[in-house]
């Protein structure tokens, strides 16, 4: 009975330590996606305001040329002010990702710094029943309350895990979402192209 006892002590410590490795790289892929995903979303954010600010100049540029142009310009301000209502759009969306992005962020450090606690633990309980069968070899309660508290550990660390599980999908629920403002961006871009060739021809 005290050999299975001990070799369950021996056996538990070591899948621990590989689930912990297993997360902290989990983690530290997450965390890249999330940096490639933010630097994506600032680019994006970047050519949205420059797609605003050439709106805002054309703009000005057609007030003085507004007597002769005469049919155009009430079309080309629809247009721009689509533009700058989908660039409004891109960064309220932006922000909202950012701050989904941060939550999801302290969850994760939160989750792995419970993950790095219950493997103390579970460290702490191989160490103890070790010297306590080295120093009294008859000592079954100590031991009793150590394999509960080592369940306890166990059930903490399934529980951590399952949290973990959820805040990946809910990574991938974000990102899926941040991939539908590209494509917006990229229809705006060429809309502002256009209404920039039309300005130049007029001029």
């Known amino acids: 009975m005290r050999d ?6 021996t056996a538990t410590p070591k899948s621990v330590a590989g689930l912990a490795i297993l997360f902290l790289v989990l983690a530290a ?6 940096s490639q995903k933010v ?8 050519q949205a305001q420059a797609a605003r600010d050439a709106a805002e100049r054309r703009r000005v540029h057609e007030k003085p040329n507004a007597p002769t ?19 409004a759009q891109a960064e309220a969306e932006l922000a909202q990702i950012q701050k989904e ?9 939160a989750n792995q710094q419970e993950i790095a606690s219950l493997q103390k633990r579970v460290e702490e309980a191989e160490k103890t029943p070790n010297a306590l069968g080295a120093g009294r070899p008859t000592a079954t309660a100590p031991t009793a309350d150590l394999q509960a508290q080592l369940d306890d550990a166990h059930r903490q660390l399934d529980s951590a895990e399952k949290e973990k599980a959820f805040l990946s999908e809910k990574l991938r629920d974000t990102q899926e979402r941040s991939g539908q403002p590209k494509e917006g961006k990229k229809h705006r871009e060429t809309s502002a192209r256009r209404t920039g060739v039309q300005g130049t021809v007029l001029a």
């Open 29 to 34: 892929f997450f965390g890249f996606l999330n």
């Open 4 to 9: 299975k006892e001990s070799a369950v002590f």
């Open 39 to 46: 630097k994506a979303l600032r680019t994006n954010l970047a």
């Open 101 to 109: 992005k941060a939550d999801l962020q302290t969850k994760l450090d």
């Open 69 to 87: 142009g005469g049919t155009v310009t009430p079309e080309k301000q629809g247009k721009a002010a689509e533009a700058e209502n989908k660039a």
